[in-house]
T-cell receptor, first 111, second 113 residues
Framework: SQQGEEDPQALSIQEGENATMNCSYK?????LQWYRQNSGRGLVHLIL?????REKHSGRLRVTLDTSKKSSSLLITASRAADTASYFC???????????FGSGTKLNVKP | KAGVTQTPRYLIKTRGQQVTLSCSPI?????VSWYQQTPGQGLQFLFE???????NKGNFPGRFSGRQFSNSRSEMNVSTLELGDSALYLC????????????FGEGSRLTVL
């Protein structure tokens, strides 16, 4: 499959802790994006990192990209109960401009 | 600016019927893509339209089809429904450069009985 694979599939933490989720992919990419989905709702774009970037920050989010290992990680610092959601990585193929979504990490932040 | 609007939000059909789902993109967005989301398969790409032309297509049978109108609104149709077509169908719009951010609608939840 060309899709990204997130790890872990599920993560449960206490409020205030950091949450780290990982994404691995197989093809050469133009960029990698992270999305968030609240239960049964649409996806919301969080952050985009280009293939020539190694790290990017946005508020409490920190994304890293290692193209040699074909992997990315999303770190949410000081998590809140409102961060409870599923998180998906999406890789944009370098040639075909297609988006491939992973299976997602289900994050539960306990108050 | 209004977001991506999908209608209907929920619908129930029986096997063998057909269904049409509608998506109105964000004003100014020319690309509309469709995804099927199921618990077992995750998010699967169906197709993408740009300026009324299908630009990309996923690996779905011919029962799944779509089109885009001159105002960028898009519809997708599933004919001869099967139980396995039960899913959340998500529409996403973008400016069309094909590598930037996708803006998703809330989805249409289809249940096939």
């Amino acid at each position: 499959s060309q899709q990204g694979e997130e790890d872990p599939q599920a993560l449960s933490i206490q409020e205030g802790e950091n949450a780290t989720m990982n994404c691995s992919y197989k093809t050469s990419i133009n960029n990698l994006q992270w999305y968030r989905q609240n239960s049964g709702r649409g996806l919301v774009h969080l952050i985009l990192i280009r293939s020539n970037e190694r790290e990017k920050h946005s508020g409490r989010l920190r994304v890293t990209l290692d193209t040699s290992k074909k992997s990315s990680s999303l770190l949410i610092t000081a998590s809140r109960a409102a961060d409870t959601a599923s998180y998906f990585c999406a890789t944009v193929h370098i040639n075909f401009n297609k988006f491939y979504f992973g299976s997602g990490t289900k994050l539960n932040v306990k108050p | 600016k209004a977001g991506v609007t999908q209608t209907p939000r929920y619908l129930i059909k029986t096997r063998g019927q057909q269904v049409t789902l509608s998506c109105s993109p964000i004003s100014g967005h020319r690309s509309v893509s469709w995804y099927q989301q199921t618990p077992g398969q995750g998010l699967q790409f169906l197709f993408e339209y740009f300026s009324e032309t299908q630009r990309n297509k996923g690996n779905f049978p011919g029962r799944f089809s779509g089109r885009q109108f001159s105002n960028s609104r898009s519809e997708m149709n599933v004919s001869t429904l099967e139980l396995g077509d039960s899913a959340l169908y998500l529409c996403a719009s973008s400016l069309g450069q094909n590598t930037g951010e996708l803006f998703f609608g809330e989805g249409s939840r289809l249940t096939v009985l």
